[in-house]
């Protein structure tokens, strides 16, 4: 304050500093920012009061229009809910293998799926249910249990190898390095005999050895032909479809080493009118086969994890 002086050339007074020589003046600010704050202020106690704007020990003030962002969300999904109760009250009625009868029910149960099925089932089939290496592509047609619309629901609804889902789908290939059951000559020879039948190797001796371990070990549940046998859950291992990948050595180390993934038993997590359009939209994918009428059944028995069939 004691330093303050008029400055000469402008008349001006300065607000009493100075830095190296330099003294700032004490120009009053512009009427038209002045009027600016002044509004902004108002406007602030305005919004107090008028909405949730003071947080206090139990709750915030809740303004006097009582409006939220929150209970404006609410209102909003209370109203898309409505609008979509209708549709689902018809999905939920109508018996899972007649709603392909009716083409607009259809549609909407392909929609409502797909929205399950990114927010669900997207992260380990892809967004477009291609899959990738460990996780089965839904829109081909190489099924483990059976591509039909009601096989597809029983395995989303009940999971594969969940833990804790008393009827999800089980089957179990032995490992058959790990346990000793086959020798590494034998598994090297089993997988030459293996790819031989989707012609990915020369059907020699080395094949015809790993033949007659085939026969022996593998047989009971991927069947003479090696084409599997779904009843037990076991994959084709005559085309040109896998899942761990189909080199010799991917090969030997699924025989040596079961792979055994797990799917979640949906079921405990999802109602059971998204499960029914999950199932609608996978087998819309490319890969569904015929609407059929009953699920086809777990069966405990061992089978291979080496092919890439789907749950």
């Known amino acids: 304050m004691a330093n303050r002086r008029i400055d000469e050339p402008t008349g001006v007074e300065t607000v009493g500093h100075e830095w190296d020589g330099i003294e700032e003046l004490n120009n009053p600010l512009p009427r038209w920012w002045v009027i600016t704050f002044w509004i902004t202020v108002l406007f602030a106690l305005g919004y107090i009061v008028v909405y949730p704007a ?36 018809k999905i939920a009625a109508t018996p899972l293998e007649q709603i392909a009868a009716d083409q607009q029910l259809l549609a909407q149960a392909r929609a409502g799926g797909a929205a399950a099925f990114k927010q669900n089932c997207a992260l380990c089939h892809g967004s477009g249910g291609k899959g990738m290496v460990g996780y089965p592509n839904l829109a081909d047609r190489d099924w483990l249990w059976g591509g039909s619309v009601t096989d597809i629901e029983f395995s989303i609804t009940h999971g594969i190898r969940s833990p804790g889902a008393a009827s999800t789908r089980t089957s179990l290939m032995p490992s058959f390095g790990k346990d000793g059951i086959l020798q590494d000559g034998q598994i090297a020879d089993t997988s030459a005999y293996v790819l031989s039948l989707s012609g990915k190797a020369p059907s020699d001796a080395v094949a015809q050895r790993g033949a007659a371990v085939f026969a022996a070990n593998c047989a009971a549940c991927h069947g003479a032909d090696g084409k599997g046998l779904r009843q037990f859950g076991a994959p084709n291992l005559a085309d040109q479809v896998w899942l761990y990948g189909g080199t ?20 405990s997590k999802l109602d059971p009118v998204t499960i029914k359009m999950l199932a609608i939209y996978v087998h819309s994918l490319g890969g569904g086969e015929q609407f059929a009428a009953a699920p086809a059944a777990a069966a405990p028995a061992p089978a291979n994890g080496n092919g890439n069939a789907k749950p």
């Open 54 to 89: 003071i947080p206090l020990l139990g709750k915030g003030t809740e303004g006097l229009w009582g409006w939220s962002s929150r209970g404006q969300l609410a209102a909003e999904m209370t109203a898309a809910e409505a609008a979509r109760k209708p549709v689902l009250d």
């Open 248 to 267: 010799k050595e991917q090969v030997a180390a699924s025989i040596a080493r079961v792979r055994a993934g797990v799917m979640p038993a949906w079921g």
